[in-house]
């Protein structure tokens, strides 16, 4: 009896280098232009299917109030509302600066205000 491991014919190329390799076929593909309003109605449809995905995939969410007095002490709490006075007051800055620098553009007065917040938050986070 021959115990030798390494003889082992699995016959998978991937796992045994010895076993035969199949052999591969160069084959050409030809690749043929769809028509661009086919294109575009595949798009509108993978559009309207992610936003219908997101819609039955969106989390429902319920608000219940929430106690910070059941987790967290009453310097906490007043340490956080603090913090909060002095980030609303930095997005506000940051929201002129950007209203002020950016203002006269179409695209900016585009955005919603949400969107605005948003990046003045951004930018007052990463000024740091």
Request: charged fraction near 30%.
């Amino acid at each position: 009896m021959n115990n030798d491991v390494s003889k082992v014919q699995l016959g998978l190329p991937q796992v045994n280098s010895q076993a035969p390799k199949p052999e591969q076929k160069a084959e050409e593909k030809v690749v043929e232009a769809a028509p661009k309003a086919v294109c575009e109605d595949r798009s509108a449809q993978m559009m309207e299917s992610l936003d219908a995905a997101a819609k039955w995939n969106a989390a429902s969410l319920s608000v219940k109030p929430i106690d910070p007095s059941k987790y967290l002490t009453p310097e906490r709490i007043a340490d956080i509302e603090a913090s909060m006075v002095v980030f609303d007051k930095g997005v506000k800055t940051h929201l002129g600066a950007l209203k002020e620098e950016f203002g006269h553009l179409s695209e900016f007065d585009a955005l919603s205000e949400a969107d605005k917040l948003e990046m003045a938050a951004k930018s007052f986070a990463h000024s740091g």
